[in-house]
């Protein structure tokens, strides 16, 4: 069965610094995507970040970007510069319709 | 502007009773999906449908059903109501290949009571 893990459920960090968020999942697939979604409170679920596991150059999205390691079978989300604005639910997925749990990350001023 | 678009943002209803979540995308996406929400279990896939009047069981389908009877509309059902299924709804859609959400709607938080 293909597994998303988040373990870290509440995640916090000062503003203008730099936090990572970890995933893993487990597929039997030979190729796949993986994604970072981000829920802002009372907002739309947005897709922050898609990376396709045959491409070995991690994907990047202006202050988002993600360390792909396919052995390991990670997926952490980097945000850099955090803002108070990217203070949401960060929900990693699978490209088999399944998400992780979820973490809250929180941005303080 | 891409748009996914849900009939009720709060819904209460009793125990029992027949429900009814309405979901409209105006991108002409062949996918769309149904997810619920709960605390500390992420989003679980209800639903997922392809095409018009084509659907798929997702991980947790029983008490639910769905119709998708023109491409932009895809309907979640509560056949019979039970406090269980108090939770946040969220409809989603896609026209990337493969089965994953790309634009999602506001999500309607259901309570039944």
């Known amino acids: 069965a293909q597994t998303v893990t988040q373990s870290q459920p509440e995640m916090s960090v000062q503003e203008a610094e730099t936090v990572t968020l970890s995933c893993t999942y487990d597929t039997s697939e030979s190729n796949y995507y993986l994604f970072w979604y981000k829920q802002p409170p009372s907002r739309q679920m947005i897709l922050v970040i898609r990376?396709?596991?045959?491409?070995?150059q991690n994907a990047t999205e202006n202050r988002f970007s993600v360390n792909f390691q396919k052995a390991a079978k990670s997926f952490s989300l980097k945000i850099s510069d955090s803002q108070l604005g990217d203070t949401a639910m960060y929900f990693c997925?699978?490209?088999?319709?399944?998400f992780g749990a979820g973490t809250r990350l929180t941005v303080k001023p | 502007d891409v748009k996914v678009t849900q009939s009720s943002r709060y819904l209460v209803k009793r125990t029992g009773e027949k429900v009814f979540l309405e979901c409209v995308q105006d991108?002409?996406?062949?996918?769309m999906f149904w997810y619920r929400q709960d605390p500390g279990l992420g989003l679980r896939l209800i639903y997922f449908?392809?095409?018009?009047?084509?659907?798929e069981k997702g991980d947790i389908p029983e008490g639910y059903s769905v119709s998708r009877e023109k491409k932009e509309r895809f309907s979640l059902i509560l056949e019979s109501a039970s406090t269980n299924q108090t939770s946040m709804y969220l409809c989603?859609?896609?026209?990337?290949?493969?089965?994953?959400?790309?634009?999602f709607g506001d999500g309607t938080r259901l309570s039944i009571l």
């Open positions: 449908s392809y095409d018009v009047k084509m659907k």
């Open positions: 991108m002409d996406h062949e996918n």
């Open positions: 989603a859609s896609s026209h990337i290949t493969g089965k994953q959400p790309q634009h």
């Open positions: 990376q396709e596991a045959y491409k070995q």
């Open positions: 997925a699978l490209n088999d319709m399944r």
